[in-house]
């Protein structure tokens, strides 16, 4: 299933963005997902707490909009 390594990949990004900035624990992602983008907005979702568990998103929430277009977009980080 391709939304796993979606997953992972989301994470590391997210937490070398976290690096960056200082630190933190992410506790929520928004992501859009274009309908042509190929990506199964339900897989996505059922990844992500498998792949985020031991990781500084473990716990968060993942909020999925759809969108039209072929784009998986991240929108937006919740950190504390």
């Known amino acids: 299933m391709h939304e796993a390594r979606l997953c992972l990949s989301l994470l590391r990004l997210a937490e070398e963005a976290l690096g960056r900035e200082g630190g933190g624990r992410i506790v929520a992602l928004e992501l859009e997902v274009g ?24 716990g968060a929430a993942l909020r999925l909009r759809a969108v039209p277009g072929r784009d998986l977009v991240l929108r937006s980080l919740e950190v504390v």
Request: glycine share 16%.
């Open 35 to 58: 309908a042509l983008s190929g990506v199964v907005g339900e897989a996505l979702g059922a990844a992500f707490p498998v792949c985020a568990r031991g990781t500084l998103a473990e």
